[in-house]
């Protein structure tokens, strides 16, 4: 029963590293055993939920990912994906020089937003893009 296929104990050991923590360090972290961590980590045992839930979110770690491996990593702070949008839709809007109308900034912002929560970033060809489409 190895997880040399990439489930739930090879994540564990990715945030780990991503950290940079022995095992032992966040074993202690996460109230557990060493030999504890080492089974989940090569898959031997499967986490109890209470752990999964400790270490995202001791470590800002995404449940989905940590559960199932799709996504990103790390949880997303939506605040800030939120800001980021609405910063990206205003320069876009206002480039020319002309009065940004409101809902034409919450349309784009609104669509860049959905954007961000999907691909954790945003290039100029898909702001433009997006623009076009809303303004």
Known sequence: MSDASGG?????AE????ANLSQVQLAEQ???????LA????GVRVPPASLVVDLCAAHKIDPAWLLTGRGSMLEKDLDELHSMAVEVAWKYLARGGDDVQQDHLVKLSGALFQYLMLHDQLDDDMTTAMGKLVA
């Open 30 to 36: 996460l109230g557990i055993s060493k030999p504890g």
């Open 15 to 18: 945030v780990r590293r991503f």
């Open 39 to 42: 089974n989940y980590e090569r």
């Open 8 to 12: 739930i104990g090879t994540r564990i």
